[in-house]
């Protein structure tokens, strides 16, 4: 019977990511690329915001791929623990400096956005500080990575960070809250809430949400074949030294 | 395992160094704080709060690699993961037996330091209080990074790096005990969050450094 888990076979896994790489990848560029011309060029500035509302096609798509990246983290940091598929550590390992970068800029364009609409780069306001938090989990996890040698004791100690990180990380979330109050608006994209941002720049959001998505999964699969192949490489490595 | 609680007590104590260093780095960091902002009494006062809890926090990470590495490399850290009691016991001793020797004398010196920083008259009981809750999670936190970095050779950095982030809720919930303390305001939400914490790291995180001590001996 065909299961869900034969697709983690690295085998398998090359195969049908080296079909599917390209048409996600080609993908992801034309969403986005569509996405942000339309926000950029096509909707109407703010009225109270003016021309900066239009960093919101990066800022939230970037900040949210931020928070899920981890989240892929911890569902293939199980997997790895419980059920030892080698490509789904390799997944998170691979996710980890996506994130990284996605946070980064996330804090960078609400930097941005800040200086003129809140008159200020930086305030220790609840979401702000902890993206900065999360930034620091996600450099945590990819220095232990780079400390350990041995790939099996690297995957699993990583892991167990990540369990653990993540129970920290969302009690640094509610914490912060409670420790200072915030200048930072609620969710803006949210399905279940009425109070959504107008349409004309919900759609081309959505637009660029879903392109950041599909750059997301194009990155990882790309990153996760490149882990795999360094592994392939190691291994022939150790086997040549054996014979020679 | 009270033998092995007694055993790391003594060796803590006839070792050498291990015992008094948190405490002198404690009173270093907040005889410096002064230089670095000014003898100004009441900013000082307003800052004594998390000063004093920054200084706990940091002399607790600066022993924590004595929780398991000395045992690591002198092999005793095998014996105790195959002997015959939970390695997670272990853990929970070990951490123990840090909080005892490092967490403990910070908080009796901590009320003396607040003296020096002209720390409100109020918040003294809330002080000790909080640094008696709070510095156990310290301690729990801390042997589960030091698990983590036990195999590694140059742990020290990655460990502080890994372990800081994981310490901010207790940091924030301790700091904020004690600010709402000296301006005479209601503490009780943060201290049951902080205890809740404490109680929570005691309870979960043996069993995660436990599982990283088996990975690393492996």
């Not at chain 1, 790489?21 to 909707?43: E, K, N, Q, R, Y």
């Not at chain 2, 007590?9 to 780095?25: E, H, P, S, V, Y």
């Not at chain 2, 009173?27 to 709060?49: C, D, H, K, Q, Y």
């Amino acid at each position: 019977m065909a299961s869900l888990w034969e697709w983690a076979n690295p085998h398998k896994f090359m195969t049908w990511t080296a079909k599917a790489l390209p048409i996600i990848s080609i993908a992801a560029a034309v969403v986005t690329v569509i996405g942000l011309i339309w926000g950029f060029f096509f909707t109407p500035d703010d009225y109270r915001q003016g021309a900066t509302i239009k960093i919101f096609y990066i800022h939230v798509p970037t900040a949210m791929i931020a928070i899920n990246a981890w989240l892929m983290m911890l569902i293939a940091s199980l997997i790895w623990l419980i059920r030892r598929h080698h490509v789904s550590v390799l997944a998170a390992k691979a996710a980890a400096p996506v994130g990284l970068i996605m946070t980064l800029i996330a804090l960078a364009t609400g930097a941005i956005w800040g200086k003129p609409m809140w008159g200020t780069y930086w305030e220790w306001d609840p979401r702000l500080t902890s993206f900065l938090i999360l930034f620091l989990f996600y450099l945590g996890y990819l220095a232990l990575w780079e400390a350990i040698e041995d790939p099996d004791t690297a995957a699993d100690l990583t892991s167990v960070l990540c369990l653990v990180g993540s129970v920290f990380a969302l009690l640094s979330r509610y914490a912060v809250n409670f420790w200072n109050q915030g200048l930072h608006q609620g969710a803006s994209l949210s399905l279940d809430k009425q109070e959504n941002v107008a349409d004309v720049f919900w759609y081309p959001a959505l637009v660029a949400l879903f392109g950041f998505v599909l750059m997301f999964v194009a990155l990882v699969l790309l990153r996760t074949r490149t882990e795999i192949r360094k592994r392939r490489v190691h291994a022939i490595e150790l086997r040549e030294r054996v014979q020679g | 395992m009270i033998r092995l609680l007694q055993r790391d007590l003594i060796l803590a104590l006839r070792a050498g160094g291990g015992f008094g260093l948190g405490l002198g780095f404690f009173l270093i960091l907040v005889t410096l704080v002064p230089f670095g902002i000014g003898p100004n009494s009441e900013r000082l006062a307003a800052i004594a709060p998390g000063i004093l809890w920054l200084g706990a926090l940091l002399a607790c990470l600066l022993s924590l690699d004595r929780i398991f590495a000395l045992d690591y490399e002198d092999g005793s850290l095998d014996l105790l993961a195959t002997a015959p009691v939970p390695l997670e016991g272990v853990v929970a001793m070990k951490a123990l037996a840090h909080w005892i020797t490092t967490g403990l004398p910070l908080v009796i010196a901590a009320p003396i330091l607040g003296v020096l920083l002209h720390l409100e008259t109020a918040a003294y009981l809330w002080l000790i209080v909080t640094l008696l809750i709070g510095t156990p999670a310290l301690s729990f936190i801390g042997a589960f990074g030091a698990a983590i970095t036990v195999g590694l050779k140059r742990g020290g950095l990655l460990m502080s790096l890994l372990v800081l982030p994981l310490y901010i809720p207790t940091l924030i919930f301790g700091a904020e005990v004690v600010r709402r303390g000296a301006l005479g305001f209601e503490v009780a939400t943060p201290l049951m969050m902080q205890a809740a914490i404490t109680a929570g790291a005691i309870a979960l995180l043996p069993f995660a450094a436990a599982a990283a001590i088996r990975i690393a001996l492996r």
